[in-house]
């Protein structure tokens, strides 16, 4: 248990569908990440939240809309996936900053596009 | 801009062989290095570390060195168990508290 809880763990959309990943951090951190993790590639960060405001977006397709209403919680709200977008999503998060900065994860969101 | 290249996986070894997984890496000036495990169903945990040339990380028999010379940072183990099946991830954090970049992992299986 590292303190970073994602649900659901398992997830099956069609394309039209309108879903959304929840995580929960129980650390304190003042960080969180999402991240995606595909099959032999490298692991891909998608978007991160510092004090509850966006300070990265890499280049993620706008069918993907983050959401930060606190420092303990991150969402990742889907609209029209893709097939593609059939992936494990990682959420972590993080204190500190530079060499003390130490990421925690969560379990993942093994995601299914039909 | 950085980069991580790992051996394409998957590894299948028996109970007590020797380990190597090789990673090599892209960046300019100093970055720190990791290695980070993933056991099934759950998600990324921080292995070991190293932060400058020629440090040694080390954790549950795992042992990484950063050789600047070859950007390399090879992760091993001498004798390996079956609770070691899992993917590994390298990565780097460049100079100046940049985000990390991963590799695309190796995943492990360790037969009995």
């Known amino acids: 248990e590292t303190g970073v809880t994602q649900t659901p763990r398992h997830l099956v959309m069609g394309m039209t569908n309108k879903k959304s990943l929840k995580c929960e951090q129980h650390?304190?951190?003042?960080?969180m990440y999402w991240y995606k993790q595909s099959a032999k590639k490298p692991l891909e960060l998608m978007f991160v939240y510092s004090l509850e405001e966006r300070v990265e977006n890499n280049s993620v397709p706008s069918r993907f809309s983050p959401e930060c209403p606190n420092s303990s919680h991150l969402f990742l709200h889907l609209h029209t996936l893709q097939p593609e977008d059939s992936a494990l999503y990682l959420c972590a998060s993080s204190q500190g900053s530079g060499e003390n900065e130490k990421l925690f994860f969560g379990s993942g969101t093994q995601l299914s596009v039909l | 801009g950085n980069s991580v290249t790992q051996m394409e996986g998957p590894v299948t070894l028996s109970e007590e062989a020797f380990l190597t997984i090789n990673c090599t890496y892209t960046?300019?000036?100093?970055?720190?290095l990791f290695w980070y495990v993933q056991y099934p169903g759950e998600g990324l945990q921080l292995l070991l570390k190293?932060?400058?040339?020629?440090d040694k990380g080390s954790n549950k028999g795992f042992e990484a060195t950063y050789r600047k010379e070859t950007t390399s940072f090879h992760l091993e183990k001498g004798s390996v168990q079956v609770s070691d099946s899992a993917v590994y991830f390298c990565?780097?954090?460049?100079?100046?508290?940049?985000?990390?970049?991963f590799g695309q992992g190796t995943r492990l299986t360790i037969n009995p």
């Open positions: 990565a780097l954090r460049g100079q100046g508290a940049q985000k990390l970049v």
């Open positions: 960046a300019t000036g100093y970055p720190s």
């Open positions: 650390l304190g951190h003042n960080a």
């Open positions: 190293a932060t400058k040339a020629d």
